[in-house]
């Protein structure tokens, strides 16, 4: 696995089609993200990689402040910028209660329900997807993207339910103005 990773380095999605780049989620950046697992920029924990390399596949525990008084709804998303793909693998996309300020780790696990927080598709299956690079490929960058919406995600673009919509139809879903948004970006490598 380690040639196809070295076969691919210099291959990666990039920051272009960031959920954090897209017109309707554009927005001051006045949320703190933060998260008590990794520093800004850190290494992601073991724990909360995935299963294929070695981790638990457990969400990080993630907390926020600035949220605006009139947010209908946070959505979160978190995106791999350096996947060999055309856009950034989304490892996890979320409709928060604007009442939420902080989420524990294994919130965002679809076998776990938390109240207030709806879990959407992944890339791949529902809920978070820790991350798990192809060996070789280098250090991979992991977008924790969380936006204050004046008006709630009801419905997907294409006219899929949330439930069964991939995640660019629920992110074309979301109409602005955002409020408020933030980031926190994590590392992992394997």
Same mark, same amino acid.
């Given at each position: +696995? ?7 380095? =210099?291959?990666? &999605?990039? *920051?272009?089609?960031? /959920?954090? =780049? $897209? ?19 850190? !290494? ?12 638990? =596949?457990?969400?990080? &525990? ?16 978190? *995106?791999?910028?350096? /996947?060999? !793909? ?6 996890? @996309? ?14 965002? =696990? ?9 879990? $959407?598709?992944?890339? +791949? ?6 991350? *798990? ?18 008006? %709630?995600? !009801?419905? /997907?673009?294409?006219?899929? !339910? $949330? ?5 660019? %139809?629920?992110?074309?879903? &979301?109409?602005?103005? @955002? ?12």
């Amino acid at each position: +696995m380690a040639i196809l990773g070295t076969l691919l380095k =210099n291959r990666r &999605a990039g *920051e272009a089609k960031l /959920a954090w =780049n $897209l017109p309707a989620l554009a927005g001051p950046q006045t949320l703190g993200l933060r998260s008590g697992d990794f520093v800004p920029d850190g !290494t992601i924990p073991l724990a909360n990689a995935g299963r294929r390399a070695g981790g638990q =596949n457990l969400s990080p &525990a993630l907390s926020w402040t600035g949220t605006p008084e009139d947010t209908a709804q946070l959505l979160l998303v978190v *995106e791999d910028i350096d /996947a060999p !793909t055309s856009s950034p693998f989304v490892h996890c @996309v979320a409709l928060i209660d604007p009442g939420l300020d902080a989420l524990p780790a294994g919130a965002l =696990n679809a076998e776990r329900g938390t109240p207030g927080v709806q879990v $959407l598709r992944s890339g +791949m299956g529902r809920g978070y997807l820790g991350p *798990e690079p192809i060996k070789g490929h280098g250090v991979h960058r992991y977008v924790f993207q969380i936006f204050a919406l004046r008006t %709630a995600v !009801t419905a /997907a673009g294409g006219g899929a !339910t $949330l439930d069964s919509a991939r995640p660019r %139809a629920v992110l074309a879903g &979301a109409n602005g103005p @955002v409020l408020a948004r933030g980031r926190l970006d994590g590392r992992y490598a394997r």
